[in-house]
């Protein structure tokens, strides 16, 4: 048995921690880009009354390729030594590219998987601060920030060990005041980012067990949070489910649930926790039917009856019955169909193909054929 693991250089959770943010910035350095969605002003103050000088970012939807070259220029014009991402994965992974751009120059698309020339980067990101505020992307303790690239069509990842954050701050009360659509939209993400690294091919011993603990913690209080926003122990409890979620991610990888996440992300307006939720279901199904006609002896037909047990409570739970229990948890939780956002059929033979070369499909537990692809997105639409 061979795995290695790697994450941030340190994590700070619970309640009240967002209040050490200005000590630790200090020490990093003393002029912070803040790249923010649209809740910031406390850190903003604890920030300025601990001496740090701030510039801030607005992200006000997912990352773009411009959006990175914008911010890397910003920091540079400002003399910033130091970044923040405060917010969803979007502001966090925004963030993540600046520092790295900042410290390695450049265009993203020198760095980008898939749809840029994918060279390494070879220096350190500069100094980098997560802080999220919604409990779903996990993306406070991840090695990649994806991007979308408006002129091909799809988001894509600028990856390196160099881009774990310095530190990441995860505070359950700065997810209190998140609205149902999006603590359900988020929620889901996680849920989908336990799961998919426990089947995924690349799973070790530490993913495993993040993925168990995180996948109980969703099942005892995704629901409550959604309808409770001010339940703390619910609040916690997720805040905690989505860092197991980036740390099994971002060791262990994903499947074809984020694969064409991933795809939709770059060609429609949709969020991505809705997007995977809707997918999960049914890359689940189609993945135990692939395996039990070409695999039958793989462990990872096991590994679905334990996410069944651990989701429905039940020893005696079988694999389909997670199945239901995630389609029943989405529709409770009201998430919206794909055609909400003009996914039609006339997409499938583009999002096929573009889904099977993703690098979240390169995990999944198993090879998909273009027929079983096409036959998710029937399932999922």
Same mark, same amino acid.
């Given at each position: 048995?061979?795995?290695?693991?790697?994450?941030?250089?340190?994590? @700070?959770?619970?309640?009240?921690?967002?209040?050490?943010?200005?000590? =630790? +910035?200090?020490?990093?350095?003393?002029?912070?880009?803040?790249?923010?969605?649209? !809740?910031?002003?406390?850190?903003?103050?604890?920030?300025?009354?601990?001496?740090?000088?701030?510039?801030?970012?607005?992200? /006000?939807?997912?990352?773009?390729?411009?959006?990175? !070259?914008?911010?890397?220029?910003?920091?540079?014009?400002?003399?910033? %030594?130091?970044?923040?991402?405060?917010?969803?994965? &979007?502001?966090?992974?925004?963030?993540?590219?600046?520092?790295?751009?900042?410290?390695?120059?450049?265009?993203?698309? %020198?760095?980008? $998987?898939?749809?840029?020339?994918?060279? *390494?980067?070879?220096?350190?990101?500069?100094?980098?601060?997560?802080?999220?505020?919604?409990?779903? =992307?996990?993306?406070?303790?991840?090695?990649?920030?994806?991007? =979308? /690239?408006?002129?091909?069509?799809?988001?894509? @990842?600028?990856?390196? *060990?160099?881009?774990?954050?310095?530190?990441?701050?995860?505070?359950?009360?700065?997810?209190?005041?998140?609205?149902?659509?999006?603590?359900?939209?988020?929620?889901?993400?996680?849920?989908?980012?336990?799961?998919?690294?426990?089947?995924?091919?690349?799973?070790?011993?530490?993913?495993?067990?993040?993925?168990? $603990?995180?996948?109980?913690?969703?099942?005892? @209080?995704?629901?409550?949070?959604?309808?409770?926003?001010? %339940?703390?122990? +619910?609040? $916690?409890?997720?805040?905690?489910? &989505?860092?197991?979620?980036?740390?099994?991610?971002?060791?262990?990888?994903?499947?074809?649930?984020?694969?064409?996440? /991933?795809?939709?992300?770059?060609?429609?307006?949709?969020?991505?926790?809705?997007?995977?939720?809707?997918?999960?279901?049914?890359?689940?199904?189609?993945?135990?039917?692939?395996?039990?006609?070409?695999? *039958?002896?793989?462990?990872?037909?096991?590994?679905?009856? %334990?996410?069944?047990?651990?989701?429905?409570?039940?020893? #005696?739970?079988?694999?389909? #019955?997670?199945?239901?229990?995630?389609?029943?948890?989405?529709?409770?939780?009201?998430?919206?169909?794909? +055609?909400?956002?003009?996914?039609?059929?006339?997409?499938?033979?583009?999002?096929? $193909?573009?889904?099977?070369?993703?690098?979240?499909?390169?995990?999944?537990?198993?090879?998909?054929?273009?027929?079983?692809?096409?036959?998710?997105?029937?399932?999922?639409?």
């Amino acid at each position: 048995m061979r795995f290695e693991f790697a994450t941030a250089t340190r994590i @700070s959770f619970g309640p009240g921690t967002i209040k050490g943010v200005g000590s =630790a +910035a200090r020490e990093m350095g003393r002029r912070a880009l803040v790249a923010t969605g649209r !809740r910031s002003g406390p850190l903003l103050a604890i920030l300025q009354s601990a001496g740090v000088d701030t510039v801030t970012l607005t992200v /006000s939807g997912e990352p773009t390729t411009d959006l990175a !070259r914008a911010g890397t220029a910003l920091a540079r014009e400002t003399g910033c %030594d130091l970044v923040i991402g405060c917010g969803g994965g &979007s502001a966090i992974d925004a963030g993540k590219a600046i520092a790295a751009l900042l410290a390695n120059g450049g265009d993203p698309l %020198d760095y980008l $998987e898939v749809v840029g020339r994918g060279q *390494p980067l070879t220096h350190p990101s500069a100094p980098f601060i997560a802080i999220p505020t919604t409990a779903g =992307a996990g993306a406070e303790v991840t090695r990649n920030a994806v991007l =979308a /690239s408006p002129e091909h069509g799809v988001k894509a @990842s600028l990856r390196s *060990p160099f881009m774990l954050p310095r530190l990441a701050i995860v505070d359950p009360e700065l997810t209190y005041s998140l609205p149902p659509d999006i603590t359900a939209s988020t929620g889901l993400d996680a849920l989908t980012q336990l799961i998919e690294p426990f089947t995924s091919i690349r799973a070790n011993p530490l993913t495993d067990a993040l993925c168990r $603990e995180g996948m109980g913690c969703v099942a005892h @209080s995704l629901r409550r949070a959604y309808e409770r926003g001010n %339940d703390a122990v +619910a609040r $916690e409890e997720m805040a905690l489910a &989505s860092l197991f979620g980036g740390l099994a991610l971002a060791n262990a990888g994903l499947g074809a649930a984020h694969g064409f996440a /991933s795809v939709i992300g770059g060609m429609y307006t949709a969020p991505h926790g809705a997007v995977c939720a809707a997918f999960l279901p049914a890359v689940m199904a189609v993945n135990l039917q692939a395996l039990r006609a070409r695999q *039958p002896q793989s462990p990872v037909l096991r590994r679905y009856a %334990d996410v069944a047990h651990i989701l429905t409570g039940r020893t #005696d739970a079988a694999a389909e #019955d997670g199945i239901r229990w995630v389609q029943e948890l989405s529709a409770a939780l009201r998430v919206p169909a794909l +055609a909400t956002y003009g996914i039609t059929r006339a997409d499938f033979a583009t999002l096929v $193909e573009k889904t099977a070369v993703a690098s979240s499909t390169k995990a999944n537990p198993v090879a998909l054929t273009g027929d079983e692809l096409q036959q998710i997105l029937e399932q999922a639409l």
